[in-house]
C-alpha cells in the first residue's frame, strides 16, 4: 500500500492550498480515509475524515467551514481543499486509510499512511 500526499507549499494568511493523496496497492473504496497533521513537539492530530463512497465527512472543530475533505474513487484519490487558512494552520499533513466501515476520526482507526506534506502558512 502506498499513499502519496502532494499540494503543500507556502501561502499567506487567508489563501487557500489544495492538497491531494493519491493510493495504490489497496481497492481504494474499500477504505475510509482521513488527513491528519502535525507540527514538531506535537502528537498527530485529526483534520478530517470521509467515508469510503465519499458521501458522509468529519471535520476537527478547528478546520470545520475552512478545509474540505472529498475523494474520486474512479482516481484513487482523496483531497483537501483549504480555505482561509491561517498561521496555526501550519503544519505536516498526512493522508491514512482506514478498514472501518464508519468514518474513520482518531489516529487509531488507520492502518496506512502516506509521508506528509509541509503546509506554511505565512501571518
Known amino acids: 500500500v502506498q499513499l502519496q500526499a502532494s499540494g503543500g507549499g507556502l501561502v499567506q494568511t487567508g489563501g487557500s492550498l489544495r492538497l491531494s493523496c493519491a493510493a495504490s496497492?489497496?481497492?481504494?473504496?474499500?477504505?475510509?480515509m482521513g488527513w491528519f497533521r502535525q507540527v514538531p513537539g506535537k502528537e498527530r492530530e485529526f483534520v478530517a475524515g470521509?467515508?469510503?463512497?465519499?458521501?458522509?465527512?468529519y471535520y476537527a472543530d478547528s478546520v470545520r467551514g475552512r478545509l474540505t475533505i472529498s475523494r474520486d474513487n474512479a482516481k484513487n484519490t482523496m483531497y483537501l481543499q483549504m480555505n482561509s487558512l491561517k498561521p496555526d494552520d501550519t503544519a505536516v499533513y498526512y493522508c491514512?486509510?482506514?478498514?472501518?466501515?464508519?468514518?474513520?476520526?482518531?489516529?487509531?482507526?488507520?492502518?496506512?499512511w502516506g509521508q506528509g506534506t509541509q503546509v506554511t502558512v505565512s501571518s
Open positions: 496497492g489497496l481497492t481504494f473504496n474499500y477504505y475510509g
Open positions: 491514512a486509510a482506514s478498514q472501518l466501515s464508519r468514518i474513520p476520526n482518531s489516529r487509531d482507526n488507520f492502518a496506512y
Open positions: 470521509i467515508s469510503r463512497s465519499g458521501s458522509s465527512t
